[in-house]
């Protein structure tokens, strides 16, 4: 069994997918992460925590990207979350798990969110690094009514 950094998330589920063992993830982020997990009540996955230079520049991430430890303590800030099942991952699902981050994050002070089709993406930009919010939406593809059939 893996060593346990919060209630739910083992240490490698953040850990570089290189293998490199680049820094550590940032405790806020585990907390709030058990938070939404007990909240939700099914298993939940990081798919992208801690990324080094290279891994981020193979994915595509950003040159300043919150996955790359930084700081004096050299703690990633950032991870992507999803639901453990493949059948979960839908969009009012995918809404509701960036809802309970949102919520159970106001009181980690400043939070990067991003909303993508099948995961969230969520910052503790707050904790040790004096970054403001942010939010944004851009890569999903938002669900619409259709008028109805009267």
Known sequence: MGEYVGKFWQRKE????CGCNT????PKLVELADLVRENIGVPLTCTSGIRCETRNAAVGGAKNSLHIPSGSCQFG???DFTFYSPILR???NILHLYYLFESHGREFGALGL?????WVHVDVRGAGLGLAAGRWSDSFDWPYLRKPLI
């Open 90 to 92: 839908q969009k009012l």
């Open 77 to 79: 800030h950032a991870g």
């Open 114 to 118: 991003g909303l993508y089709n099948s």
């Open 23 to 26: 820094g550590e993830i940032h």
């Open 14 to 17: 953040f850990a570089c997918s």
